[in-house]
Nanobody
Framework: QVQLVESGGGSVQAGGSLSLSCAVSGYTRSVDCMAWFRQAPEKEREGVAAIATYGYTRYADSVRGRFTISRDNAKNTVTLQMNSLKPEDTGTYHC????????????????????WGRGTQVTVSS
């Protein structure tokens, strides 16, 4: 059974940092693309960052330069280091596993993801 389990959420003041982790189990091979998405109340889900097995990364404009995604393929884990947090970063953060954009080796922040974790809450206060 495939499982993605997030950890590391919490509450922090603006300007602070948090690190989220996702443990992946149940796959017989390494997942091509891992990503983090977030959803705030009454807002659409937003892709935050993605990383390929070979290290290619992609970030949403809203987090580029502040967030860093990384993965450990041997341990099947993916981490999101979040620095300089802002109140607008508040939301439930979900880990996702998926495929590259069709016809490319690149991981996107769209509809290529087929497995999701239940999420971890991040709250940033001003």
């Amino acid at each position: 059974q495939v499982q993605l389990v997030e950890s590391g959420g919490g509450s922090v003041q603006a300007g602070g940092s948090l690190s989220l982790s996702c443990a992946v189990s149940g796959y017989t091979r390494s997942v091509d693309c891992m990503a983090w998405f977030r959803q705030a109340p009454e807002k659409e889900r937003e892709g935050v960052a993605a990383i390929a097995t070979y290290g290619y990364t992609r970030y949403a404009d809203s987090v580029r330069g502040r967030f860093t995604i990384s993965r450990d393929n041997a341990k099947n884990t993916v981490t999101l280091q979040m620095n300089s947090l802002k109140p607008e970063d508040t939301g439930t953060y979900h880990c996702a596993a998926g495929d590259p954009i069709i016809g490319t080796p690149y991981c996107g922040l769209g509809a290529q993801y087929y497995s999701w974790g239940r999420g971890t809450q991040v709250t940033v206060s001003s």
